[in-house]
């Protein structure tokens, strides 16, 4: 079994950002391959996390102990029959000694918005359907909606720790 993953994506420039380790579409998109024997060459646009690749890596690799040890965090199969991922849960890496820390800050993906909380700044929510680059944070226009991402966020926060 042979997997290739992207740890991070890069900010080439795009939002006046370089580098990594910030919540934006083009740091959290990442590349993911996998290569089995008897696994048919396809593409997917499912919602994944990175968290789903060990435990999707060892079930290939039809490994049973360390298939068991893998599946004791949030991961999953990502080719198990009925597999689908409801949300992706991010968060921005901690940099020591930064500029103007902005402090914690987690996004939460689901299959049309992204709602970004940031305990020390002001909230976001982006429609991803009709902003994909998530350029307008639509917050302000959708309370209901936020208020409803933002408690699943806490919850998924929550159960992480």
Same mark, same amino acid.
């Given at each position: 079994?042979?997997?290739?993953?992207?740890?991070?994506? /890069?900010?080439?420039?795009?939002?006046?950002?370089?580098?990594?380790?910030?919540?934006?579409?083009?740091?959290?998109? !990442?590349?993911?391959?996998?290569?089995?024997?008897?696994?048919?060459?396809?593409?997917?646009?499912?919602?994944?996390?990175?968290?789903? !690749?060990?435990?999707?890596?060892?079930? +290939?690799?039809?490994?049973?102990?360390? /298939?068991?040890?893998?599946?004791?965090?949030?991961?999953?199969?990502?080719?198990?029959?009925?597999?689908?991922?409801?949300?992706?849960? !991010?968060?921005?890496?901690?940099?020591?000694?930064?500029?103007?820390?902005?402090?914690? &800050?987690?996004?939460? =993906?689901?299959?049309?918005?992204? =709602? !970004? =909380?940031?305990?020390?700044?002001?909230? /976001?929510? =982006?429609?991803?359907?009709?902003?994909?680059?998530?350029?307008?944070?639509?917050?302000?226009?959708? +309370?209901?909606?936020?208020?409803?991402?933002?408690?699943?966020?806490?919850?998924? &926060?929550?159960?992480?720790?």
């Amino acid at each position: 079994v042979v997997v290739v993953a992207g740890a991070f994506g /890069q900010a080439l420039g795009d939002r006046t950002q370089l580098g990594h380790g910030e919540v934006t579409r083009e740091q959290v998109n !990442v590349p993911l391959a996998l290569r089995a024997p008897g696994l048919a060459p396809t593409r997917s646009e499912r919602l994944v996390s990175l968290v789903d !690749v060990l435990p999707t890596a060892f079930a +290939l690799a039809h490994a049973p102990a360390a /298939q068991a040890l893998a599946t004791q965090g949030a991961g999953r199969d990502l080719l198990a029959a009925g597999f689908e991922r409801d949300a992706a849960l !991010v968060r921005r890496a901690v940099r020591e000694n930064e500029r103007l820390d902005p402090g914690p &800050i987690w996004a939460l =993906y689901t299959r049309g918005f992204k =709602y !970004v =909380y940031r305990p020390q700044l002001t909230d /976001q929510l =982006y429609d991803l359907s009709v902003d994909p680059d998530e350029r307008e944070n639509v917050l302000s226009a959708q +309370l209901e909606r936020g208020a409803a991402l933002k408690k699943d966020l806490l919850a998924r &926060i929550g159960s992480a720790k």
